[in-house]
T-cell receptor, first 113, second 109 residues
Framework: EAGVAQSPRYKIIEKRQSVAFWCNPI?????LYWYQQILGQGPKLLIQ????????DSQLPKDRFSAERLKGVDSTLKIQPAKLEDSAVYLC???????????FGQGTRLTVV | DAKTTQPNSMESNEEEPVHLPCNHS???????IHWYRQLPSQGPEYVIH???SNVNNRMASLAIAEDRKSSTLILHRATLRDAAVYYC??????????FGSGTQLTVLP
């Protein structure tokens, strides 16, 4: 079974530039999550989708972050404009059931300079 | 979201069992107990989850206290590849997984 795919693996941008991350979840998984993990901390949820609807985006900085899930499958997370404090690993995860385990991708390491 | 308390770090010898504790005294009746681990430079990896009964899978065992206010993740025979940060998470059905700071497990050869 293929895992959660994310791209790119690494990205370096200057502050005030924009960036987009892509995620392809495990086939058939209805729930998709985007997490932000700052170095030395546990992952923090940014947004949770159930199919193509948003379940929870309460911790998404909506003035600069946006996310969509096309046709309930792939998802993109965008930051515009980026700030220095956005430097982190952005993790995508998916799960089959609401109570099941979530499977994570390898993440995208973003450095904002 | 209900909170969990874990030791910051633990050490174990290779090929010995490891018991990772987690306290969750404010757990509600609908909260599932999830464990994930994160190896260096990788995304978190699902280990196991349960509600009331003890659970076993190929990776580990989960022992849940009768009052559900604590649980223990058991690695039956630690290997060097088990060195990771282990997260204990309470998850209400359909809600987000809220990660804490976890337990850094060091496995000594």
């Amino acid at each position: 079974e293929a895992g959660v795919a994310q791209s790119p693996r690494y990205k370096i941008i200057e502050k005030r530039q924009s960036v987009a991350f892509w995620c392809n979840p495990i086939s058939g998984h209805a729930t998709l999550y985007w997490y932000q993990q700052i170095l030395g901390q546990g992952p923090k949820l940014l947004i949770q989708f159930q199919n193509n609807g948003v379940v929870d985006d309460s911790q998404l900085p909506k003035d600069r972050f946006s996310a969509e899930r096309l046709k309930g499958v792939d998802s993109t997370l965008k930051i515009q404009p980026a700030k220095l404090e956005d430097s982190a690993v952005y993790l995508c995860a998916s799960s089959l059931e609401l109570i099941g385990g979530a499977f994570f991708g390898q993440g995208t390491r973003l450095t904002v300079v | 979201d209900a909170k969990t308390t874990q030791p910051n770090s633990m050490e174990s010898n290779e090929e010995e069992p490891v018991h990772l504790p987690c306290n969750h005294s404010t757990i509600s009746g609908t909260d599932y107990i999830h464990w994930y681990r994160q190896l260096p430079s990788q995304g978190p990896e699902y280990v196991i989850h349960g509600l009331t009964s003890n659970v076993n899978n190929r990776m580990a065992s989960l022992a849940i206290a009768e009052d559900r206010k604590s649980s223990t993740l058991i690695l039956h025979r630690a290997t060097l590849r088990d060195a990771a940060v282990y997260y204990c998470i309470l998850n209400e059905k359909g809600r987000q997984l809220t990660f804490g700071s976890g337990t850094q497990l060091t496995v000594l050869p």
